[in-house]
Nanobody, 118 residues
Framework: QVQLVESGGGLVQPGGSLRLSCTAS??????VAWFRQAPGKEREGISC???TEGSTYWLDFTISRDKAKNTVYLQMNNLKPEDTAVYYC??????????????????WGQGTQVTVSS
């Protein structure tokens, strides 16, 4: 069992930045994916970082990790209103990334709300 804890969400103005964190015991050994779900929409995969990778990228977002802290980050820059969603981190407790689909991941964080609005 892997218990993921996310933090860092909040309200930000368009064009602003936020950094989300995802923490769990032994997370440094696992691949971690980030997803988001906007109201009325399906959960959408953002990207995944493998256990041996430093960073991965998706549009203006960067996923990085600090193995010593067992933490994976989602740095979001140039945020737009359409980025408003609940953001989740997920893992399968394996070192390599799998398909970026909701059904491919067994362990999920509780989600953190990101709202982009002026």
């Amino acid at each position: 069992q892997v218990q993921l804890v996310e933090s860092g969400g909040g309200l930000v103005q368009p064009g602003g930045s936020l950094r989300l964190s995802c923490t769990a015991s032994n997370l440094g050994y696992y691949s971690v994916a980030w997803f988001r779900q906007a109201p009325g929409k399906e959960r959408e995969g953002i990207s995944c970082v493998g256990a041996t990778e430093g960073s991965t990228y998706w549009l203006d977002f960067t996923i990085s990790r600090d193995k010593a802290k067992n933490t994976v980050y989602l740095q979001m820059n140039n945020l737009k209103p359409e980025d408003t969603a609940v953001y989740y981190c997920a893992t399968n407790a394996v070192s390599t990334c799998g398909p970026l689909t909701q059904g491919a991941y067994d362990f999920w964080g509780q989600g953190t709300q990101v709202t982009v609005s002026s």
